[in-house]
Nanobody
Framework: QVQLVESGGGSVQAGDSLRLSCAAS????????MSWYRQAPGQEREFVAS????????NYADSVKGRFTISRDNAKNTVYLQMNSLKPEDTAAYYC??????????WGQGTQVTVSS
């Protein structure tokens, strides 16, 4: 059974930092691309960052480049999202996504991040 469990969300002030974690199980984590997406109220879910299974390749949305860092620990089957210099527009539910070696997609339940000005 595949599980993606996010944690680390919360309410912070603009300029603060948060680190989100996503603990994965039920699939081959080291061979999977791991990503973070977010969805604000009334808006579509949008891509934030990805960590690819091969090497250290990462990709970021322009809106978070230079502020957010995605990382992974294959030994712990966990992916992280370090979020610095948070802005009110970063307020959203953040979702962990996994795409395994067979291109199957899995989603976590989400964790809320609220940034006040």
């Amino acid at each position: 059974q595949v599980q993606l469990v996010e944690s680390g969300g919360g309410s912070v002030q603009a300029g603060d930092s948060l680190r989100l974690s996503c603990a994965a199980s039920g699939f081959t984590f080291s061979r999977s691309a791991m990503s973070w997406y977010r969805q604000a109220p009334g808006q579509e879910r949008e891509f934030v960052a990805s960590s690819f299974s091969a090497g250290a390749s990462t990709n970021y949305a322009d809106s978070v480049k230079g502020r957010f860092t995605i990382s992974r620990d294959n030994a712990k089957n966990t992916v992280y999202l370090q979020m610095n210099s948070l802005k009110p527009e970063d307020t959203a539910a953040y979702y962990c996504n996994a795409q395994d070696e067979r291109d199957r997609d899995y989603w976590g339940q989400g964790t809320q991040v609220t940034v006040s000005s």
